[in-house]
């Protein structure tokens, strides 16, 4: 389990990197797209780190409560 979860983080981290190369090149569309599977491969490591926070509450729900506690997703 550890080295798939090391290989999602390390998708992970080459997807946010072509994320910032696609927004330096002004292609704004496809950064957006690109950062979205950043946050799917983080999503899918903590879902198989603790797979009982999933177990009777949606991924994306989860998630977003425990974003939301942190101050840089504060609005």
């Known amino acids: 389990m550890a080295s798939e979860i090391d290989a999602l983080l390390k998708m992970a981290d080459k997807s946010i990197r072509g994320a910032r190369l696609l927004f330096e090149d002004e292609l704004y569309g496809f950064?957006?797209?690109r950062s979205y599977y950043t946050m799917f491969y983080l999503a899918t490591a903590v879902a198989n780190?603790?797979?009982?926070?999933?177990?009777?509450?949606?991924?994306?729900?989860?998630?977003?409560?425990?974003?939301r506690q942190n101050e840089y997703f504060r609005p």
């Open 31 to 33: 950064a957006v797209s």
């Open 49 to 67: 780190k603790r797979p009982e926070f999933f177990e009777t509450q949606s991924c994306s729900r989860c998630l977003w409560s425990t974003f």
